[in-house]
């Protein structure tokens, strides 16, 4: 999709007034990140500065190290045409994910690619483990950058807002749990760094990932579904994080499934929707847990065990599906999961048929999409944060990238 394609509030725009270097030189980063590489004729095509002030910024960026010229595009008349490109080694940021099975760390580059992963595996954080262990890492990752560890831009957290929430389900003393709550988790991973630290849901971070780096490209407004131990969401609206009153949209997972009646709670999404039931039925069939998150899910004497909570997940899903339209009216709804592709398909198949036993009057059926990140999307997610707030020219919202 190019520039023109996009709508106009995702086109990047300059002013050519004095005092204006600072978000010029983040519209310019921003029209080359969403076209890879072109030229400064065509990025002032693109921005409406002037070419005189397109040669200035772009000589200060690539003097900066954040702009690298390419080969020139030669065939055509006149000059050669030398694109401008990203240098990925321009800045770097570090996302990290902490989640109930695991922790994940992201090295990503300007670009946003992914330069180092590393991935922390436990049945339920132990906060007075995992927080040492992590702070080790981030200076193995930091170490690891040398001399391009000034470029280090900021961290980017991402964990639910209630890590220890949810402990009966999980089958969590109160006490083992509890210590989450205790804990200003930002804080202290702002303690093991210099560079500032940025906060987000897990899952919208997810959410950020997908629409920067994934469907958001072509998707307007969707609501976000992300299948992990326990379910979660994020919601965009016309190409904006849409993050609610206490940064809590899309919190799917507190769903009701039925109607409540004569004092009984009824049964939230989480418990039908989320990796742990499908961790309970292996478990019980004494087979391997763990096996929910990889390909021995949907092999031999997985399989059956992994279909029925397909089927079952995928009823209280379309649940929310229906109910999400309902609200939102939304261009689709993308779901992603921190296990296989092929795990992923099935169940986006099951739930779309589970759909079908609705009244869809006075509604538009909602298109479900599956999400092109997959267990990377909280941690990069959370990377994106800190290349967003210092380099894209809205520091508030998230535009798409492409």
Same mark, same amino acid.
């Given at each position: 999709m190019s520039p023109a394609d996009l709508p106009p509030v995702l086109r990047p725009r300059g002013s050519n007034?004095?005092?204006?270097?600072q978000f010029n030189e983040r519209v310019v980063l921003q029209a080359i990140r969403l076209n890879n590489s072109v030229s400064k004729a065509e990025i002032a095509r693109l921005t409406g500065l002037t070419a005189q002030t397109i040669g200035l910024i772009t000589t200060r960026l690539e003097d900066d190290g954040l702009l690298i010229r390419q080969e020139p595009l030669r065939g055509r008349i006149g000059q050669p045409s030398?694109?401008?490109a990203l240098n990925p080694d321009g800045a770097f940021s570090l996302g990290i994910k902490i989640g109930r099975r695991s922790a994940d760390l992201l090295l990503v580059d300007f670009t946003g690619a992914v330069r180092r992963r590393e991935v922390l595996r436990y049945d339920f954080p132990d906060a007075q483990k995992l927080l040492p262990t992590i702070r080790s890492h981030m200076r193995? $990752?930091?170490? /690891? *950058?040398?001399?391009?560890?000034?470029?280090?831009? #900021? &961290?980017?957290?991402? +964990?639910?807002?209630?890590?220890?929430?949810?402990?009966?389900?999980?089958g969590l003393a109160a006490e083992v749990s509890d210590q989450w709550n205790h804990i200003d988790l930002q804080a202290q991973v702002q303690s093991f760094t210099d560079v500032p630290v940025s906060f987000a849901k897990d899952t919208s971070a997810?959410?950020?990932?997908?629409?920067?780096?994934?469907?958001?490209?072509?998707?307007?407004?969707?609501?976000?579904l992300f299948v992990d131990t326990? $379910?979660?969401? /994020? *919601?965009?609206?016309?190409?904006?994080?849409?993050? #609610? &009153?206490?940064?809590? +949209?899309?919190?799917?997972?507190?769903?009701?499934?039925q109607v409540a009646s004569g004092g009984v709670l009824p049964a939230q999404l989480i418990a039908n929707a989320s990796l742990w039931?499908?961790?309970?039925?292996?478990?019980?069939?004494?087979?391997?847990?763990?096996?929910?998150?990889?390909?021995r899910a949907m092999e031999a004497d997985y399989a059956p065990h992994t279909q029925a909570w397909i089927d079952s997940a995928a009823l209280s899903l379309a649940q929310c599906i229906v109910s999400g339209t309902a609200f939102l009216d939304i261009d689709a709804v993308?779901?992603?999961?921190?296990?296989?592709?092929?795990?992923?398909?099935?169940?986006?198949?099951?739930?779309?048929?589970?759909m079908l036993a609705?009244?869809?009057?006075?509604?538009?059926?909602?298109?479900?999409v599956a999400g092109s990140i997959g267990s990377d999307a909280r941690a990069l997610g959370g990377a994106l944060l800190p290349l967003h707030e210092n380099f894209a020219p809205d520091r508030d919202i998230f535009l798409k990238a492409g």
């Open positions: 007034h004095v005092g204006m270097r030398i694109p401008m193995s $990752v930091q170490d /690891g *950058l040398g001399a391009l560890d000034v470029r280090l831009v #900021g &961290v980017g957290l991402a +964990a639910p807002l209630n890590l220890g929430g949810w402990h009966k389900l999980l997810a959410c950020v990932a997908e629409l920067v780096a994934g469907r958001g490209r072509d998707l307007k407004s969707f609501l976000y326990f $379910v979660g969401g /994020g *919601l965009v609206l016309n190409s904006h994080l849409h993050n #609610g &009153v206490h940064g809590n +949209a899309g919190a799917v997972a507190s769903l009701p499934l039931e499908l961790e309970q039925r292996l478990k019980s069939a004494g087979l391997d847990p763990t096996a929910a998150y990889d390909d993308v779901i992603d999961a921190s296990f296989s592709r092929a795990m992923l398909r099935r169940l986006i198949d099951a739930t779309e048929a589970a609705y009244d869809w009057e006075g509604l538009w059926p909602a298109r479900l």
